[in-house]
């Protein structure tokens, strides 16, 4: 969907990851209110059947689908059923993510990497790749929208596992949204600071496969704490954030004008101009450099 082109979200279908809860039901409960239709995909059976009961309330068409984002075939399948529900697929809200656990890189264990890796990247992509020929095939055009977060645009400290998958979401935007472009599917990054939602408490989603054999079982009084000390100021951050229907309601805004990251927190642009700066800084370092500035006013590769 291209800038300036009026835009009817009305009778098309919306496919939401993560939907059962936080911001991924804000933002199938507002597109339902746009007349879309909405799946709402999510791991938690339970959420899942509870949002739907909401939603239905609303006089939103909708569709519950379980998902692990994680599952590139419970993908597939999920698409199968929008198809065969609601004809089209239009939008994917790759929304579904996990805080992972913060803490000291030494202190950090690998099966949390892996878990937050695959959930947060690896869903992404898969999300991507089973919508987009669907959202193809019927040449009306699109959205791929990502949910990535201020930490994508910045690594936090203490939160390396988030930060990196959230950089990388914000990358494969950019990349996407490149390659869609000409078949007018608009891909966007989705880039919050602090939302008041449940992703402080994303362990509750921690799927048996990332679990090591000793936390299958049960974790020691001590590991208890070490999480709950880790989350605590996390924890905070989240409970002061804006509401899920504001940044619900703010997303549509953005859309409208065919933005391509999308913002929810002004009050952050110092970090993106501090991280702007010491890169502008960088590049005159190397301008000087007596190794490598003769390669100043050589045409660079563009793709
Ligand atoms: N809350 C914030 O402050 C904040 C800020 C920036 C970005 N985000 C991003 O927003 C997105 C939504 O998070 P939220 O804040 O609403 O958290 P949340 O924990 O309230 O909701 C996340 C939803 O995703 C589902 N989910 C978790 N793992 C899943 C999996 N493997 N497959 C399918 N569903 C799964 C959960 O069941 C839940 O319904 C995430 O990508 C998160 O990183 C959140």
Redesign the pocket.
Known sequence: MSKNEAITYSGKTALI????????FALAKEFGELGMNVVI????EA?LENAKQQLELLNINVLACQ????EYAQWQACIEQTIATFGKLHMVVN?????GVPGKIEQTDHDIWRWVID??LM?VLYGTQAATPEIKRHGEGGWIIN?????GMMGVPYASSYSAT?AAVVSMTESWSVELKPHNIHVAALC????K???H??LR?K?DKYKSAKELKEFTPEEKERYKKSFGQAAAF?ES?IP?DLLAKRVVEALDSGQQYIFTHPNYKEATDYRAALISKAFNDAEQSNLVKHLIGDDMVSL
């Open positions: 990851s993560g939907a059962a809860g936080g911001i991924g995909a999510d791991i938690d959420a998902l692990d984002v994680t929304n579904a993510g996990v805080g959930v947060n869903g949910v990535a977060s201020m930490a959230k919050p600071a602090f939302v939602t449940r992703i408490e994303s989603n799927q989240v954030g899920a």
